[in-house]
């Protein structure tokens, strides 16, 4: 597949390459992009980045290596950076203490930008700051395009459009389960999650967590009512799926997916794929039992609630690993990451049907990050995807079919069915 022609120095920078998951990023680009590709990786160390270009070599030995850009988090440098180059990777966090730079930079210039935050209030600030600049300039920005939250949203689409195909119809309901996830965090994560709750005032969180706070266009349709059991226990039996507990990443995973639904009713060049009117989205977790998926709700609740205290945030500051350490990453090879989806179609001739979406891989939640970013930005430089985006603050899943495909050439596995059901959706 042809690159696109954009007269930069570079197709794709990793900034904070020497980092956890932007070291595991520039090395998945080693293994698996195109041999001709033309990449830097850019960070402070010297030294730190000629030892990753010497992992990268070893690798790969018939790759074009990358070159070595240093910068530090300012504006001037990171300025310079973003316009040697048509996509800016960003592994650099907490977002919300070290984010904003580079994603103003990337606006201004006409720079593609993709990060893998999964803080919420963070992108919902930077869409209300610098959307209307990227549509200007045409810099297609991408964020929370790693764990959080690009599986949910692929899934999610992968689920609507079998629903198109198969029936010829929209979608009613999605329901994600994160069946599988065995990965220990790295510092990074940690980091963020504590900086996120001490960093945001509480009206600012709550807001972020409403439904459609990243959506374009508003959207009245109340979500599906839980059981009373439901309310109360956090466990949630839904037929097509197992047995079902909050999940940690709910939250963030669903604002992306809500605004992939509000993009994909404004925005032209996407209203094809349109979800629906009545499209809904919810997520939780595989628990093995009701104790457990009790335990592991009220677990969640308590935590986030402690988190608030400042108190607390530095007694468990003290057992975390620090930022660009994180699990071993030759035993995180065997992790293995699984989630599954239900879609009802919108369809009166359809009612006892449900399409079954399933996507797994092998390997840590860093590697898929890896794999997202990396493979996301070879997508957006693909020439045949051109007029899909054209400027402003997108999701992964508008990236549509290519990236998927993609993907499933690096291990990521995508299969949907369609199933019979007696009753859908009954809690």
Same mark, same amino acid.
């Given at each position: 597949?042809?690159?696109?022609?954009?007269?930069?120095?570079?197709?794709?920078?990793?900034?904070?390459?020497?980092?956890?998951?932007?070291?595991?990023?520039?090395?998945?680009?080693?293994?698996?992009?195109?041999?001709?590709?033309?990449?830097?990786?850019?960070?402070?160390?010297?030294?730190?980045?000629?030892?990753?270009?010497?992992?990268?070599?070893?690798?790969?030995?018939?790759?074009?290596?990358?070159?070595?850009?240093?910068?530090?988090?300012?504006?001037?440098?990171?300025?310079?950076?973003?316009?040697?180059?048509?996509?800016?990777?960003?592994?650099?966090?907490?977002?919300?203490?070290?984010?904003?730079?580079?994603?103003?930079?990337?606006?201004?210039?006409?720079?593609?930008?993709?990060?893998?935050?999964?803080?919420?209030?963070?992108?919902?600030?930077?869409?209300?700051?610098?959307?209307?600049?990227?549509?200007?300039?045409?810099?297609?920005?991408?964020?929370?395009?790693?764990?959080?939250?690009?599986?949910?949203?692929?899934?999610?689409?992968?689920?609507?459009?079998?629903?198109?195909?198969?029936?010829?119809?929209?979608?009613?309901?999605?329901?994600?389960?994160?069946?599988?996830?065995?990965?220990?965090?790295?510092?990074?994560?940690? /980091?963020? @999650?504590?900086?996120?709750?001490?960093?945001?005032? &509480?009206?600012? %969180?709550?807001? *972020? =967590?409403?439904?459609? #706070?990243?959506?374009?266009?508003?959207?009245?349709?109340?979500?599906?009512?839980?059981?009373?059991? /439901?309310? @109360?226990?956090?466990?949630?039996?839904?037929?097509? &799926?197992?047995? %079902?507990?909050? *999940? =940690?990443?709910?939250? #963030?995973?669903?604002?992306?997916?809500?605004?992939?639904?509000?993009?994909?009713?404004?925005?032209?060049?996407?209203?094809?794929?349109?979800?629906?009117?009545?499209?809904?989205?919810?997520?939780?977790?595989?628990?093995?039992?009701?104790?457990?998926?009790?335990?592991?709700?009220?677990?969640?609740?308590?935590?986030?609630?402690?988190?608030?205290?400042?108190?607390?945030?530095?007694?468990?500051?003290?057992?975390?690993?620090?930022?660009?350490?994180?699990?071993?990453?030759?035993?995180?090879?065997?992790?293995?990451?699984?989630?599954?989806?239900?879609?009802?179609?919108?369809?009166?001739?359809?009612?006892?049907?449900?399409?079954?979406?399933?996507?797994?891989?092998?390997?840590?939640?860093?590697?898929?990050?890896?794999?997202?970013?990396?493979?996301?930005?070879?997508?957006?430089?693909?020439?045949?995807?051109?007029?899909?985006?054209?400027?402003?603050?997108?999701?992964?899943?508008?990236?549509?079919?290519?990236?998927?495909?993609?993907?499933?050439?690096?291990?990521?596995?995508?299969?949907?069915?369609?199933?019979?059901?007696?009753?859908?959706?009954?809690?």
């Amino acid at each position: 597949m042809p690159f696109k022609r954009h007269g930069r120095q570079y197709d794709i920078v990793v900034f904070g390459a020497t980092g956890y998951t932007g070291r595991l990023t520039a090395e998945h680009m080693a293994i698996n992009l195109p041999p001709d590709l033309k990449w830097a990786v850019a960070g402070r160390s010297e030294d730190k980045l000629s030892r990753l270009v010497a992992r990268c070599k070893s690798l790969n030995p018939n790759l074009v290596q990358p070159e070595i850009e240093l910068c530090n988090l300012n504006h001037d440098e990171l300025a310079a950076l973003a316009k040697k180059t048509f996509c800016l990777i960003t592994a650099v966090g907490p977002y919300a203490l070290h984010g904003e730079v580079a994603f103003k930079i990337c606006a201004e210039a006409g720079t593609h930008y993709l990060d893998c935050t999964p803080e919420v209030p963070w992108t919902l600030e930077m869409i209300q700051k610098y959307e209307a600049t990227a549509k200007v300039t045409g810099a297609c920005m991408i964020p929370q395009c790693g764990m959080e939250s690009a599986p949910s949203d692929l899934l999610t689409w992968a689920v609507v459009a079998e629903a198109r195909s198969r029936f010829s119809s929209q979608i009613a309901d999605v329901v994600m389960n994160i069946h599988q996830l065995c990965s220990l965090p790295s510092g990074g994560t940690l /980091s963020t @999650i504590l900086t996120f709750f001490g960093h945001y005032p &509480l009206k600012v %969180l709550r807001r *972020s =967590i409403e439904p459609y #706070a990243l959506s374009p266009v508003p959207n009245n349709l109340p979500l599906p009512r839980r059981s009373f059991w /439901s309310s @109360i226990t956090g466990v949630h039996k839904i037929p097509g &799926l197992p047995l %079902l507990s909050t *999940s =940690i990443s709910a939250k #963030a995973n669903e604002a992306i997916v809500f605004r992939t639904w509000g993009l994909f009713k404004q925005e032209p060049a996407l209203q094809k794929e349109f979800y629906g009117p009545k499209f809904t989205y919810r997520e939780f977790m595989y628990v093995p039992g009701p104790i457990r998926g009790m335990l592991m709700h009220y677990l969640i609740v308590m935590g986030g609630y402690l988190m608030l205290l400042g108190p607390f945030r530095a007694f468990v500051r003290l057992f975390v690993f620090e930022p660009g350490d994180g699990p071993d990453t030759e035993n995180a090879k065997e992790d293995v990451i699984e989630l599954q989806a239900i879609g009802k179609p919108d369809s009166e001739s359809e009612v006892n049907k449900q399409v079954f979406g399933k996507l797994s891989y092998i390997g840590s939640m860093y590697y898929l990050t890896a794999a997202l970013l990396a493979e996301a930005a070879i997508t957006m430089l693909q020439e045949d995807n051109g007029t899909r985006l054209t400027g402003g603050v997108y999701t992964p899943a508008c990236l549509g079919q290519a990236y998927i495909n993609r993907l499933q050439e690096v291990g990521f596995k995508f299969d949907l069915e369609i199933r019979n059901v007696d009753r859908c959706f009954e809690l």
